[in-house]
């Protein structure tokens, strides 16, 4: 665990089952790679830390605040800095941040790894990735979402050596999913949210599929609105009482976030070769995803999302020589996917946003925040029957 930090047994995450493991299918026409995760996607790695520290039976105010739930998410390739990757940023809701946006805009290439923390944690996540190559200028792209439901606003709960253990624990192989990486503190629905991640295949016409992966860090919507393969799960939830706040008497004085207010940010990468354009146009369907899952309609949430494709170049660019006042203009080959038949990637990038969200409540364990508050972990056995009565699962 992040910095040496072994999990209390309250938090050891049970062997909760994925969405799909319950008969859950997201989308019928196009399958899921091998992990049904972003790692399917050739060359990507996912690395994580997090930090859960404090005494959460402590009815001391004092003592609560200083009670640490955090974490970070580090998703890229091993040679991400020395080999730039075509990108594109889409948005849905705008209160939140993803720094580094506006060079890949600009420049249509991401150059770092994209990191992933709690709102309080975003520039010591920036100033970590800087540390990792401090004599190198780069634009880290760090994005947030807002912790405050479970851990206070307190100064460095994360440093740099967080962000290095990140880096260490990449991974290609499975990802953990739940109360892990920047995930760690974040609620969804009402529910403990946290870290998810799914994949699709898309056939070509030369025969090969081209991968399609998400990852995100939910921390968003309203408990009402949970849906579920089409099913108001959410609502029945919210009328059985089982997502209404539960207070312990120590609580009494500390001010409650409203639910709802949050973030979500979603990463997608794909190994078919896209153009910077392109990758904004896929980017955006996470949009579609989440607005299936019965998110996407809150003011104060940052919906931002990033797509990047890991196609290599038919030709490598010439690095330039800076040794004439006018530099000639130098030229390199790629490949492309023709913009007409983007359908199936975007249909990929929806069903994999949406499926990685239900991951995400699917594998999260309940949680007490520092303002005790409980926030309990999504109910799978009630899930099932409600999902049974409405014939969505066998």
């Not at 009494?252 to 207010?261: E, L, M, R, T, V």
Request: glycine letters at 12%; one cysteine or more.
């Amino acid at each position: 665990m992040g910095g040496g930090n072994q999990l209390p047994p309250q938090f050891i995450q049970m062997n909760r089952p994925r969405a799909r493991d319950i008969g859950i299918e997201i989308g019928d026409l196009l399958s899921t790679g091998p992990l049904n995760s972003i790692t399917d996607v050739p060359r990507i790695k996912v690395g994580m830390t997090e930090k859960f520290l404090g005494d959460v039976s402590s009815p001391d105010e004092e003592e609560r605040k200083k009670i640490v739930r955090a974490g970070v998410t580090l998703i890229g390739t091993d040679d991400i800095e020395q080999v730039p990757l075509f990108a594109g940023v889409g948005i849905l809701q705008g209160s939140g941040e993803l720094t580094g946006a506006h060079f890949i805009r600009e420049c249509g290439q991401l150059t770092s790894y994209v990191t992933i923390t709690g709102t309080n944690q975003l520039g010591l996540a920036h100033t970590g990735i800087h540390h990792l190559h401090p004599c190198m200028l780069s634009l880290p792209v760090v994005g947030e979402t807002y912790d405050r439901m479970t851990h206070p606003l307190a100064p460095n709960p994360l440093g740099s050596a967080d962000v290095a253990e990140a880096l260490a624990n990449m991974t290609s192989g499975k990802v953990r999913e739940g109360n892990v990486g920047g995930g760690a503190a974040m609620v969804s629905f009402g529910l403990k949210g946290g870290t998810g991640t799914s994949s699709r295949l898309v056939p070509s016409v030369n025969g090969k599929d081209f991968v399609v992966g998400a990852l995100v860090q939910a921390n968003h919507g309203s408990p009402y609105d949970l849906t579920i393969s089409g099913v108001p799960v959410g609502k029945i939830l919210a009328d059985e009482g089982y997502t209404k706040p539960w207070f312990p008497t120590h609580d009494a004085k500390i001010q409650q976030p409203k639910d709802g207010d949050g973030s979500i940010i979603v990463v997608i990468a794909t190994d078919a070769p896209l153009l910077p354009h392109q990758c904004s146009a896929v980017a955006r369907r996470a949009g579609v995803g989440i607005s299936r899952g019965g998110g996407g309609v809150g003011f104060f949430s940052g919906d931002i999302f990033l797509c990047f494709s890991t196609a290599a170049p038919l030709t490598p660019p010439q690095t330039p020589r800076y040794e004439q006042r006018i530099e000639p203009v130098s030229t390199y080959s790629v490949e492309a996917v023709h913009n007409d038949t983007l359908d199936a990637i975007f249909r990929a990038a929806a069903d994999a946003t949406e499926e990685a969200i239900l991951n995400v409540l699917f594998a999260a364990d309940e949680l007490e925040g520092f303002t005790g508050r409980k926030w309990r972990s999504l109910p799978v056995e009630r899930v099932k029957e409600i999902l049974k009565d409405a014939g969505k699962i066998n």
